[in-house]
C-alpha cells in the first residue's frame, strides 16, 4: 500500500508539474516544483535515464500489482497462522490425518494440473482471432500515436477494438450462463486468496467505469463523448457479468460421464481467458495514454484524473490478469 501510495503521488504530481510549467516561457516557478523539473531534465540527460521515464508509465501498473498480490498472499498466511498444528493437535492418532501444509487443499487431492483442450475448439479459435487482432491494432497505434494528423483515427481505433472486445465478451458471459447449470455443483469452497484479489479488484474497475461514463454524459450528442460513455458502461457490465460467472463456474464440477464428454460452458470459458489477455494487454500498454484518456483530462483536470486513473487503472490491469 506505501508503494502504490508513493507511486500514485510521485507520477501524478510529476505529470501535472510538466503541465503546469514546463511550456509556458514564462512563468514563475514554486521552488518545490524546480526541483521536480531539474530531477525531470537530469534523467533526461543520458540513455538509461529517458528509457526509465519513458517506461514508468508501463512499470507503474505492475509495480502496483506485484504489491497487492504480495499484500494478499501475506494477508491469507497470516490468517491460516497456526490452523495446521491445530488441525494436527485435533486429528492426532487417528488414520488419514492431514498433513498437507498448503493452503490449496485441491492441490492436495490432484497433486497435478490437468489442461485439456477439448471441447474447446470454437472458443479457441475465436479467442486466438481476437488475440491477434488485439496485437495488430496494439502495433498500429504504436505506430501511430505520436503523428497529430492521426489522432482522431486513433481514438477511434482504440475505442472501436474495445467495444467489439466487451460486447464479445458480454455474448460469451451470457451463454455461459446457459451452459453452467448442465454442471453438478461441487462442495469445494474456492480459494480465499481468489476471492480477495476478485472483490477488490473489481472496486477499481468499477471506478474506472463510472469515472469515464459521467465524463461521457455530460455532450452525449457528440460522437467521441458517446463512444467514452459506451465504452465505460460495456466494460461495467461485462466485468459485473463475468464475476458472478467466475463466482458460479468456482462451485460447479463434472461428476458425470456425460459431464465430462460435453463439458458445457468449456468453449464459453476459453474464449473469455483469451479476451481477458487481449484486454490486458491493451489495458497495459494503450489505455493510459493521452490518446485514450483525453476527454477525462480535459473534463477532471490533469491533476485530478491523474490520481483516479492511477489508483483504479492498476486494478483494472490487475482484474484482467488474475
Not at 13 to 20: E, F, K, P, Y
Not at 57 to 67: A, I, M, N, T
Not at 71 to 87: D, F, P, Q, R, S
Request: glycine content about 6%; proline content about 2%; aromatic content about 14%.
Amino acid at each position: 500500500m506505501a508503494i502504490w501510495i508513493r507511486m500514485v503521488v510521485w507520477e501524478s504530481a510529476t505529470v501535472w508539474i510538466q503541465d503546469t510549467y514546463s511550456y509556458k516561457p514564462v512563468v514563475e516557478v514554486p521552488q518545490q516544483a524546480e526541483q521536480v523539473l531539474r530531477l525531470y531534465s537530469c534523467f533526461h540527460n543520458n540513455t538509461l535515464g529517458r528509457l526509465w521515464t519513458d517506461a514508468q508509465p508501463y512499470l507503474f501498473p505492475f509495480l502496483v500489482q506485484y504489491s497487492l498480490i504480495a499484500a494478499a498472499v501475506t494477508y491469507i498466511m497470516w490468517c491460516n497462522v497456526g490452523k495446521e498444528k491445530l488441525k494436527k493437535l485435533s486429528h492426532l492418532g487417528k488414520a488419514g490425518m492431514d498433513t498437507s501444509t498448503t493452503l490449496d487443499k485441491r492441490g492436495v487431492r490432484k497433486g497435478y494440473w490437468k489442461v485439456d483442450c477439448r471441447s474447446a475448439s470454437k472458443g479457441l479459435f475465436l479467442g486466438l482471432l481476437c488475440l491477434v487482432g488485439g496485437v495488430v491494432i496494439l502495433i498500429i497505434f504504436f505506430v501511430m500515436k505520436d503523428q497529430e494528423d492521426f489522432k482522431t483515427k486513433m481514438f477511434w481505433m482504440c475505442n472501436g477494438t474495445q467495444m467489439i472486445i466487451l460486447s464479445l465478451s458480454i455474448i460469451s458471459t451470457t451463454i455461459g450462463f446457459l451452459q453452467l447449470p448442465k454442471l453438478s455443483v461441487s462442495t469445494t469452497k474456492p480459494l480465499d486468496l481468489d476471492r480477495l484479489l476478485l472483490s477488490s479488484t473489481i472496486i477499481g474497475v468499477y471506478i474506472f467505469s463510472v469515472f469515464g461514463m459521467i465524463v461521457g454524459g455530460i455532450n452525449y450528442t457528440k460522437s467521441e463523448y458517446l463512444a467514452t460513455f459506451c465504452v465505460n458502461a460495456l466494460l461495467f457490465l461485462q466485468v459485473s457479468l463475468q464475476d458472478m460467472l467466475v463466482a458460479e463456474a468456482s462451485r460447479r464440477t463434472c461428476s458425470s460421464r456425460y459431464q465430462m464428454l460435453t463439458k458445457p460452458g468449456r468453449q464459453v470459458i476459453t474464449f473469455l481467458l483469451f479476451a481477458n489477455i487481449t484486454l490486458w494487454i491493451l489495458d497495459t500498454f494503450m489505455t493510459h495514454t493521452s490518446v485514450s484518456q483525453q476527454f477525462q483530462f480535459g473534463f477532471y483536470g490533469v491533476l485530478a484524473w491523474g490520481i483516479i486513473s492511477r489508483i483504479s487503472l492498476p486494478l483494472l490491469i490487475l482484474y484482467r490478469f488474475h
